[in-house]
């Protein structure tokens, strides 16, 4: 079995698929595995590095090659569709993949004959946990928007008691506390800050007290959707939620945002008006940028004022700690290659709960619903 790491070509993207020091995992598996020539280079990984791990690595000149022979791709983004399309029928390209949005892949592999297996919709149950590379590079944006956040706020997080006087803690509001939410509220906490957090489902308010913040009871009914997630609210319920947050959005120093739902737009929970509303000086963080945005003005990858509070806007924050993200990516795409590999050949069985999920195309036949329904709007 061949498995493949292409160099990443979307602009900014500095993880890779696998990093030199899970190669010989792949190897116990029975994968030669094959490296694009500075694939690692934007997450500090050499070409000798994953030479001496036992990576076969072939210049960019060979890809052509070296896809049509590969058993199974391993990227962080899509492949483009000129890549997929070089695929050999029954190949399998594994990746973050959006049914709705990255159609030209999912055209690629369609017209290859492969298979497309999606991270993006891996099931949520305790069988696929090692698998979830959403949970894993969210525990890096989590702790990444505490340090975005912390860096840009013009005031001390921690408090200080000194002969100067007394310095009070920073007030830390998070809002959303899955993987990422919690992540921040524990990375704020241990920089010294004062942390309260909000989430509509359910199980939050524990878990929030458990990483030692307040939880923000608004008194309005839980909203619970499938796999753990929250499940999209009406305008009505929006409206009352951004009405009872108000109070506490314009108390804080920093807020940080990470509520989405799988598939749709981010919901709004801060609106111009509220954050206009905080002191001046404070920071808004808002993870949810790039799918519509919890923050009303917010741009991903752009930092914008509004009044005098910052609004920083996420974009691919997992590449801006590329060794752990890589490294946590790669044990991600090692455990689900483990559920395909069997006696030396790459065996995806569609009757498989997980395969189920997450293949989007198999064997060049669209499978998601949402994928099939983009295609046939001419997307």
Request: charged share 20%; hydrophobic share 45%; net charge negative.
């Amino acid at each position: 079995m061949r498995l493949l790491v292409p160099g990443e070509t979307r602009p900014g993207e500095r993880r890779v698929a696998v990093l030199p020091s899970v190669v010989g995992k792949f190897r116990q598996l029975g994968y030669e595995v094959v490296v694009e020539s500075g694939a690692g280079d934007l997450a500090y990984a050499s070409d000798a590095e994953y030479a001496a791990a036992g990576a076969l690595v072939v210049p960019t000149s060979g890809m052509d090659d070296a896809f049509a022979a590969a058993d199974v791709v391993a990227s962080v983004r899509p492949l483009d569709y000129a890549r997929a399309k070089r695929l050999r029928p029954g190949a399998v390209a594994v990746s973050f993949l959006s049914p709705a949005i990255d159609l030209d892949t999912i055209r690629g592999l369609h017209d290859a004959g492969a298979t497309g297996l999606s991270f993006d919709l891996v099931p949520r149950i305790s069988r696929a946990q090692s698998m979830d590379a959403l949970t894993s590079q969210s525990l890096v944006t989590g702790y990444r928007a505490a340090l975005v956040a912390a860096d840009r706020l013009p005031k001390f997080f921690p408090l200080f008691m000194t002969a100067a006087g007394t310095i009070q803690p920073a007030r830390v509001v998070v809002l959303g506390a899955g993987v990422a939410g919690l992540q921040a509220i524990a990375t704020a906490k241990r920089l010294g800050a004062r942390v309260s957090a909000y989430d509509v489902r359910a199980a939050s308010a524990d878990e929030v007290r458990s990483m030692g913040a307040t939880f923000i009871n608004l008194d309005l009914d839980a909203l619970e959707g499938s796999g753990g997630y929250a499940r999209e609210m009406s305008d009505d319920r929006a409206t009352r939620q951004r009405q009872l947050l108000a109070p506490h959005i314009a108390d804080a120093d920093v807020v940080i945002t990470t509520a989405a739902v799988p598939g749709r737009q981010a919901p709004l929970l801060v609106t111009r008006e509220m954050v206009e509303a905080m002191r001046p000086g404070s920071v808004v963080v808002d993870l949810a940028s790039e799918s519509g945005g919890n923050v009303e003005g917010s741009l991903p990858g752009e930092e914008v004022m509004v009044g005098e509070v910052t609004v920083w806007g996420a974009r691919d924050v997992p590449s801006e700690m590329p060794i752990h993200a890589s490294q946590l990516y790669g044990m991600n795409v090692y455990s689900l290659l483990t559920l395909v590999s069997k006696d030396g050949s790459v065996v995806v069985d569609p009757d498989d709960e997980i395969i189920a999920g997450c293949a989007v195309v198999l064997d060049g036949t669209v499978r998601n619903e949402a994928a099939m329904a983009a295609l046939q709007g001419g997307g």
